[in-house]
């Protein structure tokens, strides 16, 4: 019998719905925590409403339960569906790949990868749907596999922040050091290690200055193929438009994406980050 193969993600993974439509994709929604209420990332809560309550509430987040993963895998195979590829936000940033792998060890009949994206928002997005691409050609499970870790070792992501106060507070700084930097209007240039995790990339001085820094690393790195260049802001449209249309201009980015992050992220980021996330198309093809 035939494989029939569908994706689990998380809601982190910042895809619009019109992307999913008529994909074999899954959605496992993260949670956005206040003192009075609980709400489910994308589903029962949009970005701007996280912004506008910032001034009288910091929400938490949290991961979903493994009860969460279990219904949503055992839904797909009552569908019909017998492999499950699940890629999911970095493990360095979040233990949902962890629970969603030791969730699926308990499904025996299910045949379940689980992949740490090593990434977050678009980037995890950009992985996803290559991965559906596959499922549609004539590939081999283990081929899927394979393609799909190689496009995590050749998506790289790179962000800015107006301030690192809401990424402290979530506990999420990782090796980003910035409380002198903050004093100095010193703005890291933040992407993701080999353990998963933030660290600083490179600094500039200024909001300006760091958001064209973003363009030079992208810039540098696309210099030796053809690319994908994806941007994502958080409340801070009209600088990620300005971006993106300077990218557009490059020989060698043949597609580019524009989209706001989700209100997970949002509470981790606050308002005005500026993402850009490479995919090196011919390096994985």
Known sequence: ????IAILTDSTCDLPQKLLDNL???ILPLKII???K??????EIKP???YDNFSTEIPTTSMPSPTDAQ??????KEKGYTHI???HISSGLSGTYNMVQMVSQQLKDLTIEVIDSQSLSIGLGSIVLYTANLIKQDLSWQQIINKTNNKVDNTEIFFVLKTLKYLRKGGRIGKVKGAIGDLLNIKPIISINQEGKYYTYKKARGRKRSINQLYKITRKKIKEGVSKVNVMHGNALPEAKKLLNRFKKLNNVNKTFLGQISPVMV??????????VVEKSNRYN
């Open 38 to 43: 609980e709400y489910q990332d994308r589903i």
């Open 48 to 50: 701007q409403t996280v």
């Open 71 to 76: 219904e949503k895998l055992l839904k797909l």
């Open 34 to 36: 206040y003192s009075d």
């Open 24 to 26: 074999p994709v899954s």
């Open 85 to 87: 590829i699940a890629i």
């Open 267 to 276: 509470v981790h980021t606050g308002p005005g980050l500026i993402g850009v």
């Open 1 to 4: 019998m035939k494989n029939k």
